[in-house]
């Protein structure tokens, strides 16, 4: 359905700095607005078109390329957080653009409902995190794109309209995981399942006996992933899967302890120690790996997702095929002595099944994802450069929303479906209203 409205000026601000939360990103618009409905977002993509400029919606900053970088007009989403509709028989669930997953996440579970599976922070807007193919970890159970059932979007030429499976399915299957190319999105309904306990099982274990054991740990758990410590023989593995009850979390002081003292302040300390003693790397990622010790907790689904995240970095993650996993990661670890990297955080590896969301990065394939870090004060470059190289050979996907170099003539090898995004593209803006340079990089001009 198509609807045209001319709401009263929503408020604005004249140009400022916007940057994004690792602070390696930013941008400064010609004006920020607030929209409060689809409406207002109408109005100004029109008020835009005829100004000349570009429009982006940028959610809260957790995307580590100049994804929602604009040097137009920015729509902030802080007033477009209404929950619309929540319907507890059916599980389907309505909210608009701007709401944080974690309010999401509340929300849900005061209604006896949650979201299937999770990315491991919940900061994010849930279009933001959509947009860009947030994922999580899971053996059955996809990432965010794949709950998403409903899109509500504002188009370049200013009209609202709707989309899902039955309604304009090209453009929903194009627009789920579209980064903001196709259109402003501004609301999304999501199919919810009845709230569930996650049996969190978390355990040390050396890096061979986890590459030996890695399809019976991933086909034995609904959600596995591990952590690799560079320069050491540790890794830390987490095993969720759901139980019947009854709620067990972790005690106070124990939470404390690891979520906050160790995994965030410790950790701190450790990267400004290894920025100023590159040497310490190692002994300090040993230390890291024994020091996450063995614990297990039983709480509520989002609550095992999710953890909090203070020291900030900066990101590369790459989806190749999973049979490709393990040649993968022997590869990066052989490259560390090849180049020698010194590397203070640790690789995160996940998987997930099959999607079909036409730029998910799991599209059409059972995927591995391995995700790299460095302190956000470090140079990354060399790093993230020869680990792109093994894993563009394998055919990888690069995340959305983390740093990575490829370009169009790449992505259109790794896509099935990347030549009808760019074609529905053509149609819906032409004049590339929502452009911004890291889309012409990543989908060309």
């Known amino acids: ?74 729509l902030s989403p802080r007033e477009l957080t209404a929950v619309r509709s929540i319907d507890t028989a059916t599980g389907l669930v309505t909210a608009e653009a701007g709401l944080p997953l974690w309010r999401l996440n509340r929300l849900l579970e005061e209604h006896g409902l949650a979201l299937a599976n999770m990315g491991d922070i919940q900061e994010q ?179 095992v997702f999710t953890t909090s995240r203070t020291v900030r970095f900066k990101e590369q993650e790459y989806a190749i095929p999973r049979e490709h996993l393990v040649p993968a990661l022997r590869e990066i670890r052989a490259a560390f002595d090849r180049h020698g990297w010194r590397i203070s955080f640790p690789i995160e590896v996940r998987v997930l099944p099959a999607e079909d969301a036409w730029l998910s990065m799991a599209h059409g394939r059972r995927t591995a994802f391995i995700a790299i870090h460095v302190y956000h004060r470090n140079e990354h470059a060399a790093y993230f450069e020869g680990v792109e190289q093994i894993l563009t050979a394998l055919g990888g996907r690069p995340h959305w929303g983390k740093m990575h170099t490829r370009d169009a003539s790449y992505l259109e090898t790794a896509y099935p479906r990347f030549a009808d995004f760019t074609a529905l593209r053509d149609e819906l803006d032409p004049d590339r209203r929502f452009a911004n340079p890291y889309l012409r990089q990543v989908l060309g001009d």
């Not at 916007?18 to 993509?45: D, I, K, L």
């Not at 061979?208 to 560079?230: G, I, K, M, Q, T």
């Not at 106070?252 to 160790?262: C, Q």
């Open 1 to 74: 359905m198509v609807e045209h409205y001319s709401p009263p000026m929503p408020p604005e601000t004249s140009p400022g700095v916007w940057r994004n939360w690792a602070g390696n990103q930013q941008s400064t618009p010609v004006r920020t607005v607030f929209p409060r409905s689809a409406e207002e977002v109408a109005e100004q993509v029109r008020r835009a078109a005829e100004d000349g400029l570009t429009v982006r919606m940028p959610g809260t900053g957790h995307s580590f390329t100049g994804a929602a970088l604009t040097d137009g007009v920015q």
């Open 125 to 303: 807007t849930i279009a933001g995190a959509s947009q860009t193919g947030t994922h999580g970890t899971g053996r059955d159970h996809a990432g965010l794109a794949s709950q998403v059932v409903g899109l509500e979007m504002v188009l370049a030429d200013g009209q609202k309209v709707t989309c899902s499976r039955t309604e304009r399915p090209d453009l929903f299957a194009a627009a789920v995981v579209g980064m903001g190319a196709l259109g402003v999105v501004t609301a999304i309904t999501w199919q919810t399942v009845p709230a569930f306990l996650l049996r969190a099982q978390e355990e040390p274990m050396a890096w061979d006996e986890v590459l030996s054991r890695l399809d019976e740990l991933e086909a034995d758990n609904e959600h596995f992933e591990f952590y690799w410590f560079p320069h050491s023989e540790g890794c830390l593995t987490k095993r969720n899967n759901r139980v019947d009850g009854p709620r067990e979390p972790l005690p106070g002081f124990r939470a404390w302890l690891d979520d906050e003292f160790l995994s965030n302040q410790v950790f701190g300390v450790a990267q400004r120690v290894t920025r100023r003693l590159p040497g310490s790397i190692g002994p300090i990622n040993g230390i890291s790996a024994k020091l996450l010790g063995a614990r297990a907790y039983t709480d509520t689904s989002y609550k």
